[in-house]
């Protein structure tokens, strides 16, 4: 079992709608929990992190932490074309290990 | 400008033919790590750093070794590459654990 689970995609959504994409994770006493975009050929960068249960929002940018449920969600409104990327989960155990999921590719279509 | 320098950016190279990866950061963090990332497989800890001359294992280490002589460096040394290798390489850092990594550009290597 990964210790984090992404769906591949790629998932596509029109231009302006809302994109939401979904993480797992198997270790209970992760303690912090992160979205990356990558484009292709490019380094990740930081979107969101959150910590603690419940909603955070940022921009067009609501990510969502569900701690009983082991469930990260990273929802992004009014989809833009500029929003086609791989969308990464990533979670840090504590133990100074960050874990990846194999990520999530979004297209948004004009 | 702060950041994480990577060089190269593409290498190729023969099978055991001993080589280093560089990486360093500007902005005094504490907390480095190498990542390598193949299709399906995401990203996946190598080694990570947690200050000078502290070392550790993470998921993939097998094949590969670090160093941390001082705070902004931090090599990845391949002493006998093999092809299955042949991946991108990402170095990251942050302040401390558990908060935002910064990465680098990373480094396509290819293992002939």
């Known amino acids: 079992q990964k210790e984090v689970e992404q769906n591949s995609g790629p998932l596509s959504v029109p231009e302006g709608a809302i ?25 990740p960068e930081l979107i969101m992190f959150i910590y603690s249960n419940g909603d955070k929002e940022d921009g067009r940018f ?19 074309p500029s929003d086609s990327a791989t969308y990464l989960c990533a979670v840090n155990t504590g133990f100074n290990k960050f874990y990846f999921g194999s990520g999530t590719k979004l297209n948004v279509k004009p | 400008e702060a950041q994480v320098t990577q060089n190269p950016r593409y290498l190729i190279t023969v099978t055991g033919k001993k080589l280093t990866v560089t990486c360093s950061q500007n902005m005094n963090h504490e907390y480095m790590s190498w990542y390598r990332q193949d299709p399906g497989l995401g990203l996946r800890q190598i080694y990570y750093s947690m200050n000078v001359e502290v070392t550790d294992k993470g ?10 002589k001082e705070k902004r460096n931090f090599p990845l040394i391949l002493e006998s590459p093999s092809p299955n290798q042949t991946s991108l390489y990402f170095c990251a850092s942050s302040l401390s654990t558990g908060v935002k990594l910064f990465f680098g550009s990373g480094t396509q290597l290819s293992v002939l």
Do not use: H
Request: proline share 2%; hydrophobic share 25%; charged share 20%.
């Open chain 1, 19 to 43: 994109a939401s994409l979904n993480c797992t994770y198997s270790d209970r006493g992760s303690q912090s929990f992160f979205w990356y975009r990558q484009y292709s050929g490019k380094s």
């Open chain 1, 62 to 80: 609501t990510a969502q932490l569900n701690k009983a449920s082991q469930y990260v969600s990273l929802l992004i409104r009014d989809s833009q």
């Open chain 2, 59 to 68: 998921d993939v280490p097998e094949g590969y070794k670090v160093s941390r």
